[in-house]
């Protein structure tokens, strides 16, 4: 137990000293915008610049293949590691908002659930067309797109529900569109949406070149 304590301290020191080191090639690089010739200096120099890569690209590989990329990762103060923590905490939020809804266009489907006649009307069920698509807009209205079969042309509004326990933990969230059932919200490991219920189910369609999406600040 000895041994294994003296090597964690061994560790931690060099750790300690490691990021000691960082921060002196950090003032030498503010101070001196040419590489030091120094050797010293110009390891520590050099030291800086793997970490502050090696972060940068960790960042890069998390983000690879993510259907939405947090807005929140755009905040031009907030430290990379900082940066890295949030991004990773939205990516699992299930707690939606009205930004995460009007961000994104929305694919459309009904379930085998539905009725036979509803199913019909969905291309997608077919297989004679993509799925159909859906819109959130900030003032609360819901659309679809022109000619579409399903939507009839009927005006739509949506309400984003959320109740807390007496603790402060979320009791119940969801969408609802009209007065008609009710959407459960979830989240999968791309950090796409989808809200559903026993009928039919919205999946948020990744940005592509969108760039940035959702709230600007953390919602846990």
């Known amino acids: ?31 001196q915008p040419t590489l030091p010739s120094n050797p010293l200096i110009k390891a520590l120099f050099s030291f800086q610049v793997w970490v502050s890569n090696t972060k940068i690209t960790k960042c890069a590989e998390m983000l690879a293949g993510k259907a939405h990329i947090p807005l929140l990762t755009m905040i031009p103060t907030a430290s990379r590691l900082s ?52 819109y959130f807009h900030p003032d609360g209205y819901h659309s679809a797109d022109p000619h579409d079969a399903v939507w009839g042309g009927h005006e739509c509004t949506y309400t984003i529900i959320t109740s807390f326990a007496g603790d402060g933990q979320i009791r119940d969230h969801y969408v609802r569109i009209n007065r008609w059932p009710p959407m459960k919200v979830s989240r999968k490991e791309d950090w796409s949406w989808e809200l559903s219920n026993h009928l039919y189910r919205y999946n948020s369609v990744p940005d592509g070149n969108k760039g940035c999406t959702g709230p600007l600040f953390p919602v846990w």
């Open 1 to 31: 137990m000895e041994r294994l304590r003296l090597c964690w301290l061994r560790q931690h020191r060099s750790c300690s000293r490691a990021a000691s080191l960082a921060r002196a090639a950090a003032v030498v690089a503010l101070r």
């Open 83 to 134: 940066t890295y923590s949030m991004a990773i905490m939205d990516g699992k939020r299930t707690r939606i908002t009205k930004e995460d809804l009007c961000d994104h266009d929305w694919e459309f489907r009904f379930t085998i659930a539905a009725p036979e006649y509803w199913r019909n009307l969905d291309p997608s069920w077919k297989h004679t067309g993509p799925p159909m698509r859906r």
